[in-house]
Structure formats: structure tokens, C-alpha cells
């Protein structure tokens, strides 16, 4: 179980509290699959991936980066049981979809980075602390499933 300060907890629920998930979430998948084009694998449905704006024009990934960062408000709302809370979640993308848990960590990254551009000098080094240590535990329980 992962403890949490108030600072964490205050901090992880102010982030997600300003966060323009229409912005955020498209940005976010649209860099990790520029980035890292070998993740473009689990999306080949979503029509044209051949290069950077063809990524960023794909409605597909838009609507799919969205769909991630609201799937982070679980987690917000669980912080105590995050494990729990992604345990289908963590069975879907290992037996069903067959996505390299690594995957979820670059994609961490990347929304670390979106979030650090968007909330500019606000962005801390405390506040990359306690938003990187939740990203880690939902990462880890994401992955649970693979260990």
C-alpha cells in the first residue's frame, strides 16, 4: 500500500482539477506515438499514423487520449486502492490486447511532460514529485497483471 502526504493528495487532486482533458489527453498519446512510433502497433484501427500530423489530425487518437486521462480519474478518486481500481483494466491490456506494460510508463512520461508545458512555473519540483509518484503506482498496477 503506498502512502500518501496530504501534500501528495492535495496536489494530485488539484492537477487533475485544472487539467483540459480535451487538450491534455489528445497531446499526450499524439507525443507518445510520434516518440515512440513502435506503440503505434496497438492502434493500427486508427487509420493514418505515417507521420507526426497525420497523428495529430487523427481523430482516433484525440478521442482515445481523452479517453486515458479520464481513465485517470479513477485513480484520483482511489488513491488508496489503485491497484484494485485497475485490476480489469490491467487483465484487458495484458490478455486481451497484448500491450507491452512498458508502454505504460512512456506514456507516463509523455503526459508528465504535457502537464509540466500546460502548468508552466506551477509545475515544481515538488509538484513533479507527488504527480510522477502517482504515475508510478498507476503504472505499476496497470502492469500487475503481466508479473
Known amino acids: 500500500m503506498v502512502e500518501w502526504t496530504d501534500f501528495e493528495r ?5 492537477i487533475f482539477s485544472k487539467m483540459e ?5 489528445p497531446a499526450t ?14 492502434f493500427g484501427k486508427f487509420g493514418n499514423l505515417y507521420n507526426s500530423e497525420a497523428i495529430s489530425a487523427n481523430a482516433n487518437v484525440s478521442k482515445h ?10 485513480a484520483v478518486k482511489n488513491m488508496d486502492d489503485i491497484r ?13 490486447l497484448h500491450v507491452d506494460p512498458d508502454n505504460f510508463r512512456l506514456l507516463a512520461d509523455c503526459l508528465t ?8 512555473s506551477a509545475f515544481t519540483a515538488e509538484v513533479q514529485a507527488a504527480f510522477q509518484k502517482f504515475l508510478v ?7 500487475r497483471q503481466y508479473h
Open 65 to 74: 487520449g481523452t479517453t486515458i486521462l479520464h481513465g485517470l480519474d479513477r
Open 137 to 143: 503506482v498507476v503504472v505499476s498496477s496497470l502492469g
Open 21 to 25: 482533458y480535451d487538450v491534455v489527453g
Open 113 to 120: 511532460i504535457v502537464v509540466a508545458g500546460r502548468f508552466g
Open 29 to 42: 498519446l499524439t507525443r507518445c506515438l510520434v516518440v515512440y512510433p513502435w506503440t503505434q502497433r496497438y
Open 10 to 14: 492535495a496536489t494530485i487532486k488539484d
Open 84 to 96: 484494485n481500481t485497475y485490476a480489469e483494466l490491467s487483465v484487458l491490456h495484458s490478455e486481451k
